[in-house]
């Protein structure tokens, strides 16, 4: 068996192209004085951080459907989070968590004021209550 000069894995002795990482691994050996080149060592290659989603911000994104101040709390927190680390999916998940759980609590106060204020009409049409 031998190695491959560029990745070091064992490849078979009759193989052209290292399986592992596809560089050519021929090399002469009948040549006089020359020997088979030596493997040196892969150096470290510098990859972006992988980004995922937090699941903080997935948690806050499904609460703020359910319920609106707990998802919001929560996909705040998430944001802040995201925030501190970077993360950019994260960050995007926990506006969405943050917005939808805004809106649903405005629809929520919406409602309430005019439910209010339609208790109130029906309570001052019937003399129960004078209006001012």
């Known amino acids: ?15 052209v192209i290292c399986p592992n990482c596809g560089c050519s691994v021929q090399y002469d050996e009948n040549q006089q004085g020359a020997a088979a080149p030596q493997f040196t060592a892969p150096q470290p290659q510098h990859t972006a951080p992988v980004d995922n989603y937090s699941t903080m ?16 709390i929560v996909s705040i927190l998430a944001y802040n989070e995201a925030k501190r680390t970077g993360s950019v999916k994260s960050q995007s998940m926990a506006k969405a968590g943050i917005i ?4 649903e609590i405005g ?19 019937s003399g129960m209550i004078a209006l001012i």
């Open 100 to 103: 939808i759980g805004a809106v």
């Open 57 to 72: 911000s997935i948690l806050g994104l499904v609460l703020s459907f359910f319920t609106a101040f707990v998802g919001l």
């Open 1 to 15: 068996m031998k190695f491959c000069t560029h990745c070091g894995k064992e490849v078979m002795d009759d193989a």
């Open 107 to 125: 629809i929520g106060v919406f409602t309430v004021v005019i439910y209010l204020i339609v208790f109130l009409a029906a309570l001052g049409s």
